[in-house]
């Protein structure tokens, strides 16, 4: 079992920035590739963002390319999405993911967390 618990989501203006951080525990983390997902109210869940294990292959959505980056630290069992330049099209809440399959992690994931809600006001 993985389990995660996402930090950091919160109210923003539009062209603000937001930082969720997402700590694991259980497994050993560095096997993981680790993602972010969001849900928008009366939408389904999308891939927002996926880095591997090592940390050296990421991808991100074509909507936050250029705006957001996913970093991971293996020493303290946490990733990270950095958002800048945030639009009111970005608020949902945001799941962190995990799972050994780094593809897969694009579409789905075998550990979620709780979810954090990210406002972006216009």
């Known amino acids: 079992q993985v389990q995660l618990v996402e930090s950091g989501g919160g109210l923003v203006q539009a062209g603000g920035s937001l930082r969720l951080s997402c700590a694991a525990s259980?497994?050993?983390?560095?096997?993981?590739?680790m993602g972010w997902f969001r849900q928008a109210p009366g939408k389904e869940r999308e891939f927002v963002a996926v880095?591997?294990?090592?940390?050296?292959?990421?991808h991100l959505a074509d909507s936050v390319k250029g705006r957001f980056t996913i970093s991971r630290d293996n020493a303290k069992n946490t990733v990270n999405l950095q958002m800048n330049s945030l639009k009111p099209e970005d608020t949902a809440v945001y799941y962190c993911?995990?799972?050994?399959?780094?593809?897969?992690?694009?579409?789905?994931?075998?550990?979620w967390g709780q979810g954090t809600q990210v406002t972006v006001s216009s």
């Open positions: 993911a995990a799972d050994q399959n780094y593809t897969i992690l694009r579409r789905t994931a075998k550990y």
């Open positions: 259980g497994r050993t983390f560095s096997n993981y590739a």
């Open positions: 880095i591997s294990w090592t940390g050296g292959n990421t």
